[in-house]
């Protein structure tokens, strides 16, 4: 990512682009977007992975004979 602020004042479309590159393929987490006096200055993206326990996972079918 760029080091240098991004302004919306400035090039929109690159902001909407650094946003959206932080939102693609997000499935459970957050984009945060840092201001400082009146320009975005840094976009974080935090990514949870969720990882399903043997409580409660699905119970699979059992065939009775």
């Known amino acids: 990512m760029s080091t240098a602020p991004l302004s919306p004042r400035g090039p929109r479309s690159a902001v909407l682009d650094q946003i959206a590159q932080a939102l693609a393929g997000l499935e459970f987490g957050a984009v945060e977007i ?9 976009i974080e993206r935090r990514e949870k992975v969720r990882l399903e326990s043997e ?11």
Do not use: F, Y
């Open 34 to 42: 840092t201001v400082h006096q009146g320009r975005i200055v840094q």
């Open 55 to 65: 409580r409660h996972a699905r119970p699979t079918e059992q065939h009775v004979s």
